[in-house]
């Protein structure tokens, strides 16, 4: 086994959604785990990205306004086989992301869940005291992919769309902070079951 984890943060383009999700994930880790949040690597790509194309820059002033650190400037990646092989974890936008992976690699059936997916998932398990206490957040995320597709189906909303992130790339400000506070609650609901 790995002493590092690997998450891969999908949307389409790579240029908004996933690059703004992995910044608020490496947040989130940091501030829980600190030091020992460097055994977690998070990358993002996209569906449909345009190899190069850099990141938005309104990821920076929606991540300003929820008092979040920026990601570093960084250029869209296309999403591949073989970035799949290598993730242990892969966090999609949207449901239609998600089956775009498994149609790439049907064995990550497993391990790829929406942002959203994962949270419901883990709010669960953290009011059912269902994982055990982990040593480092890698063996933290580990426990939580060997208990997690057991509870898609139970814990599944009555309307699937509820599980996307929607697409606000280009939208006005106030509708990029809203779809990023979602994404910020949903990530912190992740790692807080760590």
Do not use: Y
């Amino acid at each position: 086994m790995r002493a590092r984890f690997e998450v891969l943060v999908v949307c389409t383009a790579n240029v908004s959604r996933s690059p703004m999700a992995a910044a608020l994930l490496r947040h989130h880790l940091q501030r829980r785990f600190g030091e020992q949040a460097a055994t977690i690597r998070v990358t993002s790509a996209g569906t449909a990205a345009e190899p190069g194309r850099p990141t938005d820059p309104d990821v920076a002033a929606v991540l300003t306004t929820l008092q979040r650190p920026a990601p570093a400037p960084g250029a869209a990646r296309a999403l591949d086989a073989q970035l799949l092989a290598a993730a242990d974890l892969v966090l999609t936008m949207t449901r239609d992301q998600r089956g775009h992976v498994i149609t790439l690699v049907p064995p990550a059936q497993r391990r790829v869940f929406t942002v959203v997916e994962l949270a419901r998932i883990c709010r669960h398990l953290g009011r059912e005291g269902r994982l055990p206490a982990a040593a480092t957040p890698a063996a933290g995320l580990r426990a939580l992919l060997a208990t997690a597709p057991a509870w898609r189906g139970p814990t599944a909303p009555r309307d699937p769309a509820s599980d996307d992130v929607d697409d606000v790339h280009g939208a006005k400000l106030e509708v990029q902070v809203k779809a990023a506070r979602r994404l910020d609650e949903a990530i912190a609901a992740v790692v807080e079951v760590l």
